[in-house]
């Protein structure tokens, strides 16, 4: 089973940027497509902020398009969400969700992290 590692959340200031960070633990599995969700509040549903398909394809929801970017370092083995021109608006959790292969063969499970919490200041 895959376990991933979050980190970049924290506290800033509205206009400000953070670096969201998301690799699975140790090196059996490798990342082929994964993406960034988000729950602005308790109770709502997840929403998507980015994602990168298997053959590398990017896309982003409406309300991020523009200010946030996602990449995958093949050689870390890490998905990375840049965030710039933060607002209030985008405070919330974010989780990382992804496809992965194993090393050794075999089905490719998928996973969710435990999210990291964002919060912009105005």
């Known amino acids: 089973q895959v376990q991933l590692v979050e980190s970049g959340g924290g506290s800033v200031e509205a206009g400000g940027s953070l670096t969201l960070a998301c690799a699975p633990v140790?090196?059996?599995?490798?990342?082929?497509?994964a993406g960034w969700y988000r729950r602005l509040a308790p109770g709502q549903l997840r929403e998507f902020v980015a994602?990168?398909?298997?053959?590398?394809?990017?896309s982003y929801g409406e309300p991020v398009k523009g200010r946030f970017s996602i990449s995958k370092d093949d050689a870390k083995n890490t998905i990375f969400l840049q965030m710039d021109s933060l607002k209030p608006e985008d405070s919330g959790v974010y989780y990382c969700?992804?496809?992965?292969?194993?090393?050794?063969?075999?089905?490719?499970?998928?996973?969710w992290g435990q999210g990291v919490q964002v919060t912009v200041s105005s």
């Open positions: 140790g090196s059996d599995f490798r990342i082929i497509a």
């Open positions: 969700n992804g496809e992965f292969r194993p090393v050794s063969g075999g089905a490719w499970p998928t996973a």
């Open positions: 994602g990168v398909t298997r053959d590398a394809k990017i």
